[in-house]
């Protein structure tokens, strides 16, 4: 299987050479398609894992995923796992055209950003590797709102109390400071939690404060413990990434191969059925119909294989001719109904082939 003409690569030695040629023209057709999903108001960014641990100048490992070997997928989607947009890491990371020069990880987020509305209300979620000042900043100035952890070798001219000193205070205290950054109002919270976060925002502070359960190891007990309304929004937002790579991973396709780009092929295609499956879900719910009506992960791969396999083909079976006495003889000895035929899915039943009713003397 081929997706690109392979006698117009360029050769191993050019440096402006497409590590991803034989899979571009499918993975820019994904990205079209991708992008022009509606977005929604909470949108996140992070890293994810194609499993992988064959011979490939691609492959990175990243030890906190589950599957620490593979090729890193940079994915914009929102809460709920739906993809609007996504970049394959290929090595060294360049600054997005016309746009400033952030670093490497805030370079990332701002090509995946670039699709969403400006000043349509649109609130960014992102980790500690993505997220910096000026990142925050720049994305503000668009219009986008954004929160996120971030390292304090980031936040140069902003000091916060010491991770020793906040964590002799009690798990749940914390350090908010507020500042005002190019016209732009940033909040920077230090939590104590099991380790000490940080966290920076542009639209929200710690109020209004919650409270969370978190297990004690001492007393080997639950305690509710005091919670800023900045980390409640961050842990109830960010999550979108993770939930996408357990929709995938519940039945990924396990095909091998030694080429790169089928194992790319194969993530790519588990993830078009899961974007299928979270639009399908989303229009249900926008219609008010109960969820026990709508279709699990499974089922919906399960009637896309079918539509697939049987669209414009006909699977009727085929009347053998016989003689008139043996038709008789048939008859007679049966006289009870045949085989009911399963009624097709709905994205074959109305394509005109093979699906028509037949008469019967039959009741």
């Known amino acids: 299987m081929h997706f690109n003409d392979s006698s117009n690569m360029s050769a191993p030695t050019d440096e402006k050479r497409d590590k991803l040629f034989n899979i571009r023209l499918l993975v820019d057709k994904l990205l079209h398609k991708f992008q022009a999903i509606p977005q929604q ?17 691609l492959k990175q490992y990243s030890p906190i995923k589950p599957n620490k070997w593979g090729y890193k997928i ?28 952030l670093g490497a990880s805030s370079n990332v987020v701002l090509r995946l950003a670039s699709i969403v509305q400006v000043n349509m209300s ?15 900043i ?50 920077v919270l230090k939590w104590s939690d099991t380790k000490c976060v940080t966290y920076i925002s542009t639209y929200a502070d710690r109020d209004p404060p919650g409270i969370v359960e978190r297990r004690d190891k001492k007393d080997k007990q639950f305690i509710e413990v005091s919670c800023p309304n900045v980390v409640l929004e961050y842990n109830k937002f960010m999550g979108g990434v993770d939930l996408l790579d357990g929709f995938v991973a519940y039945y990924r396709t396990k095909l091998r191969s030694k080429k790169y780009y089928m194992r790319f092929f194969f993530h790519l295609l588990d993830m078009v059925t899961v974007n299928g499956w979270l639009q399908y879900r989303r229009d249900g719910n926008s219609l008010e119909i ?15 294989a079918e539509g697939l396999i049987k669209c414009k083909k006909d699977f009727t079976r085929k009347r053998v001719c016989k003689s008139s006495s043996g038709i008789e003889k048939n008859l007679i000895a049966k006289k009870r109904k045949g085989r009911v035929t399963p009624t097709p899915t709905k994205d074959i039943r109305m394509d005109s082939v093979g699906h028509w009713p037949l008469p019967s003397d039959r009741q």
């Not at 809460?79 to 055209?97: D, R, W």
């Open 41 to 57: 108001q909470m949108l996140c960014i992070d890293e994810q894992i194609v499993p992988f641990k064959g011979r490939s100048g």
């Open 74 to 101: 940079f994915v914009l989607c929102d809460s709920n796992g739906l993809v609007n947009n996504f970049e394959i890491h290929t090595g060294k990371i360049e600054p997005a055209s016309i746009k400033p020069d």
């Open 138 to 187: 720049e994305l503000h100035k668009k219009g986008i709102h954004t929160l996120g952890t971030v390292r304090q070798n980031r936040l140069k001219g902003w000091r916060l109390i010491d991770d020793k000193r906040l964590k002799t205070l009690g798990r749940g205290t914390y350090e908010e400071k507020c500042a005002t950054v190019e016209g732009v109002e940033v909040v």
């Open 290 to 304: 109960p969820s026990k009506k709508l279709m699990d992960g499974l089922g919906f791969r399960s009637e896309v």
């Open 122 to 136: 649109h609130l960014l979620f992102f980790d500690n590797w993505f997220s910096s000042l000026r990142l925050v």
